[in-house]
């Protein structure tokens, strides 16, 4: 089978179906997103006229077969993370005022509320994004595969923490391996193409450019936002084994 792969949308409406129409060009058999349909922040994104995340998981949940609850997703519906590495959530998190959060959370985990706009979704769409997974593991013929957000124990990137070595992805390798799985995608990173976390160390794939997976590797795709330049998604090819970014 043939899979497309995307995520970071953070309602960027004009980019998502810019991306569907490509996607449905390659002649794939299933969209999976890998979380952050939400997430307007406004000093970082300048599509402010388009931004629509209502109209964004509308399109995501008719299109998508899986979705994952992403960082974003969480605050949106006022939902704390299931797993955290750093920091306990309180359950009267979401009643807190900003303040009282910030002092608690000593930067250790992302608050929002002072930089992002309100997603303005319906009733429905909380309560769509209530039923989300913070991670899937995903059966082919040949393999299971670990899809999330962002990687463990930070799976739905609500931590302030983005690893960049190899060494940091050590504890989502043994999370793999425990769920049976041989490799795994993430998103969170905004990278411009794949970044792939080996055995070997860090590898950069840039778009267009084919790459088959190892074991225990953990394989990060692209952006749909167009927030910054290097946006794109990614096909994976169960059959062929073969994995690749595409741009918009």
């Not at 402010?48 to 969480?74: F, P």
């Not at 899937?136 to 463990?152: A, G, P, V």
């Not at 960049?164 to 391996?177: G, I, P, T, V």
């Not at 795994?184 to 860090?202: E, P, Q, T, V, Y």
């Amino acid at each position: 089978m043939k899979y497309a792969i995307i995520a970071d949308i953070h309602e960027d409406i004009v980019n998502l179906k810019f991306a569907l129409g490509k996607i449905e060009k390659h002649n794939c058999h299933e969209i999976i997103c890998l979380g952050d349909v939400s997430g307007f922040s406004a000093p970082h994104y300048n599509y402010y006229d388009t931004r629509n995340a209502h109209e964004c998981l509308k399109l995501v949940r008719q299109s998508c077969k899986t979705v994952i609850a992403g960082n974003h997703d969480l605050h949106a519906a006022k939902i704390t993370p299931k797993t955290s590495p750093n920091f306990k959530y309180p359950k009267l998190w979401y009643k807190m005022d900003y303040y009282e959060r910030l002092n608690l959370s000593a930067g250790q985990v992302w608050l929002y509320s002072n930089d992002e706009l309100d997603p303005l979704y319906s009733h429905a769409d909380i309560e769509f994004l209530h039923t989300l997974p913070e991670y899937h593991i995903l059966e082919t013929n040949k393999h299971k595969i670990l899809l999330s957000h962002f990687i463990y124990p930070n799976l739905t990137g609500s931590s302030r923490e983005f690893y960049s070595f190899a060494d940091d992805f050590e504890l989502h390798k043994e999370y793999m391996e425990n769920s049976g799985c041989q490799f795994g995608f993430a998103g969170h990173r905004h990278f411009a193409g794949l970044l792939i976390a080996s055995d070997k160390g860090m590898v950069e794939k840039r778009y267009n450019s084919k790459y088959t997976p190892k074991p225990n590797d953990c394989i990060l795709v692209p952006p749909i936002t167009g927030a910054r330049n290097g946006n794109g998604f990614c096909i994976f090819d169960s059959e062929n084994l073969t994995i690749e970014a595409k741009r918009i």
